[in-house]
């Protein structure tokens, strides 16, 4: 097993080296096939996630020292939103162990596979895990909530790039959940809310999608639920549809979200999980209130 995850680390190592110049000779305005015998080419079968990786790890520069090196040893807890890609709402989830790593998007299952050698550079440290590419840099990530991780991290998989934030350890802490981009959501959740016709409606779930929309998900007092698509700014709504009780995102629900309105606004009555948590923006000033269903 030993001498096999070896192999594989060289291979991997090989065509990643073979990417790289391949890189290097067309930013020099050159081929890799003018002559270069044994470049790896698009026709000898690199793929565009091979290349994006070989990018990506290029760009964390030289061998890192030892002080560095520790700092990407154990395990990470990454997280980030789907909203540049229009991949869907919600968040994703990396979880890297020791040896495995899984990646989850809400609605479209996971993936991941065991892990093979961690490529720690100066500038951070890059491991690949069945089709996961995983880099991690140690530099202040913030959150849209005014809070910030100590890790920036980007997971590669199937050609698509995934930025997001990343902490030590595998499900310690609070983790990051819908409403941790909240205040940059708030303009399309009024204009659903207001559409939606009631200041009573709670929001379950909202994202942010490509082309400058955003996903929000809203449930009345009465029960009923409906999906809106709204601009960022909140100027136009798109979309509002009934869904059924039964569609359901993942991490949906858990919080949901009651919106602040007036200058004194009274909080929502608590429910099993105790009293809503305040929500505020980067300024300090409330949006709402956070009703966690599971405690």
């Not at 919600?90 to 996971?110: K, S, V």
């Not at 909140?234 to 991490?251: N, Q, S």
């Amino acid at each position: 097993m030993a001498q096999a995850g070896s192999t594989a680390t060289r291979s991997r190592r090989m065509r990643l080296a073979a990417v790289a110049l391949a890189l290097a000779l067309a930013a020099c305005g050159r081929s890799a096939t003018e002559g270069d015998a044994g470049v790896a080419t698009d026709e000898a079968g690199v793929s565009e996630s091979e290349t994006q990786a070989a990018q990506q790890l290029a760009a964390l520069g030289g061998p890192a020292d030892a002080a560095t090196a520790a700092l990407y040893s154990g395990e990470f807890q990454a997280y980030g939103a789907l909203d540049a890609l229009g991949a869907g709402e919600g968040a994703w989830e990396m979880t890297l162990f020791d040896g495995y790593a899984q990646f989850a998007r809400p609605g479209l299952g996971e993936d991941g596979g065991p892990t093979q050698a961690r490529e720690v550079r100066q500038g951070g440290m890059q491991v690949t895990a069945g089709p996961l590419v995983i880099t991690l840099r140690a530099q202040d990530c913030p959150l849209p909530n005014g809070e910030s991780l100590p890790y920036v991290a980007t997971v590669t998989f199937e050609g698509v790039v995934y930025q997001g934030c990343a902490r030590r350890g595998a499900g310690g802490g609070e983790r990051p959940n819908w409403a941790s981009y909240l205040p940059d959501l708030i303009p399309a959740i009024d204009a659903c809310l207001a559409r939606a016709g009631a200041r009573t409606a709670r929001v379950t779930t909202a994202s942010a999608l490509a082309d400058g929309e955003v996903a929000v998900r809203v449930r009345a007092r009465d029960g009923e639920r409906n999906a809106c698509v709204a601009t960022a700014d909140g100027a136009r709504v798109e979309a509002f549809e009934p869904i059924l009780d039964t569609d359901r995102l993942g991490g949906e629900g858990d919080p949901e979200f009651v919106r602040a309105f007036g200058e004194d606004p009274a909080p929502p009555p608590p429910n099993r999980c105790g009293a809503g948590a305040e929500a505020r923006d980067a300024a300090g000033v409330l949006l709402g209130w956070l009703l966690r269903q599971s405690c």
